[in-house]
């Protein structure tokens, strides 16, 4: 047997003696996810036994060095474990975006302080991070953020405003991108810094959605001070670790559907439907099956390509693009095979799936949106993977 073999049955072992099997059924709800954090939440007995096994074991971060909490896995055996936990049903333990993007710019430019500060607590759940990117003038056009940060001392002084912060009212710390030189061109004069939620001076208002949900929030900063040892990759050099975490960002929105966040099986939901609908919608389902095949096959050749460490960065930006988009036009297909079933969230004498499907239907339009909108990734895959000009 060899060592992948090996590893590979031994994982596989593990993972069914130690993930219960409601753990092993795929997310519903926003009930199913489980946010790691200092004010943690578990909806059942099952969650917190499956989120401590995998702490325990460093597997809330398979790939990180275990000096820094992680599981210490190499990229083959991320990959079988991955592998295996897909082919279990295995949900994720823990969400958090610490993890899925801090993380990474943290082990790339993070000084080992810094690693040893942030990447151990954020390692076992303890810390729950939100994103300080957007400004009410700054989406699309990120780098014409105007949040001031002014050294003072060994600090910064911040002011300013952030806008669309998820869970900023939930978490602990916020890594955010700030103006540390007025006088240089926009991209030269932003810094990539990590401030704790509960300064003096942190505000926090959460926006209701379109869903029903409120999800984000208007952040304000009045006057925080901010250590300047927690400006990470170097004062002015915010840009460029911004736009590698922008590049996580896509790669974990490229998984929804294998577990990042709660979705439906497209053909178990529109079963019961389909006698109804006609051939129309039938043969518009089997193209969407199709499509999502397709997708989930290229998300495979580019794990092989992670694998064989070729640089998949650009193609981030087409995953995400493909991904969101296809969730969206998902919910949209469900609707229309469901009728005027699909289009409630609450009514009485609907099913779950009929709720769901509404809830989802709305909710996937933010896809389109969060981390970078579709036009957005168009340009980035225009400019940075075919090479056309601006
Ligand atoms: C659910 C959700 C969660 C979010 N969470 C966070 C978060 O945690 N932290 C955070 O910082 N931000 C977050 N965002 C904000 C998100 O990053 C921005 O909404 C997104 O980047 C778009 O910016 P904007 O809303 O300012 O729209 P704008 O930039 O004003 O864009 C408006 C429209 O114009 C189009 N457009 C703009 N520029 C161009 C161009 N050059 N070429 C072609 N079309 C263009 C856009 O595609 C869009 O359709 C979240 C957004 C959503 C929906």
Redesign the pocket.
């Known amino acids: 047997m060899s060592e992948g073999d090996a590893f590979r049955a031994e994982t596989r072992q593990w993972l069914l003696a130690n993930c219960p099997s409601s753990m092993r059924e795929p997310l519903r709800n926003d009930d199913d996810m489980v946010w790691g954090g200092s004010r943690i939440v578990f909806h059942s007995e099952d969650q917190r036994v499956w989120f401590e096994r995998m702490r325990d074991r460093g597997w809330l971060v398979p790939g990180w060095p275990r000096a820094y909490g992680g599981g210490g896995l190499g990229p083959r055996e991320q990959r079988i474990l991955e592998q295996e936990m897909r082919s279990l049903g295995c949900r994720q333990p823990q969400y958090n975006l610490g993890i899925w993007m801090l993380g990474p710019v943290l082990l790339e430019f993070g000084t080992e302080e810094q690693k040893l500060e942030h990447l151990v607590p954020m390692a076992r759940g303890e810390i729950r991070w939100?994103?300080?990117?957007?400004e009410p003038n700054a989406?699309?056009?990120l780098a014409s953020l105007r949040t001031a940060a002014v050294r003072d001392g060994d600090d910064f002084i911040v002011t300013g405003q952030?806008i669309?912060?998820?869970q900023g009212d939930k978490a602990d710390w916020m890594y955010a991108l700030v103006r540390t030189d007025p006088a240089a061109k926009k991209q030269e004069g932003i810094s990539f810094i990590l401030l704790d939620m509960k300064s003096p001076g942190v505000s926090v208002r959460p926006i209701e959605l379109i869903s029903g949900r409120s999800e984000?929030c208007e952040t304000h900063f009045d006057a925080v001070r901010v250590p300047a040892r927690n400006v990470i990759g170097g004062t002015n050099q915010g840009w460029r670790v911004a736009k590698r975490l922008l590049e996580h960002e896509r790669a974990a929105m490229s998984k929804f559907t294998e577990g990042g966040a709660p979705t439906l099986d497209a053909l178990a939901t529109a079963a019961p439907y389909l006698a109804a609908a006609g051939p129309v919608w039938r043969d518009r389902l089997a193209a969407a099956l199709m499509d999502q095949q397709a997708f989930a096959l290229t998300v495979r050749r580019m794990q092989e390509m992670l694998l064989a460490r070729e640089d998949v960065a650009p193609l981030s930006a087409i995953m995400k693009l493909v991904q969101t988009e296809q969730e969206s036009a998902k919910y949209e297909l469900l609707q229309q095979i469901m009728g005027q079933r699909g289009l409630t969230m609450d009514g009485k004498g609907h099913t779950a799936d009929e709720q769901a499907v509404c809830r989802l239907w709305l909710y996937t339009k933010?896809y389109t949106?969060?981390?970078?909108?579709?036009?957005?990734q168009l340009?980035i895959i225009a400019r940075r993977v075919l090479g056309l000009p601006g």
């Open positions: 939100c994103q300080g990117f957007s989406g699309s056009d952030k669309w912060t998820s984000f933010s949106i969060a981390g970078g909108s579709s036009e957005i340009n």
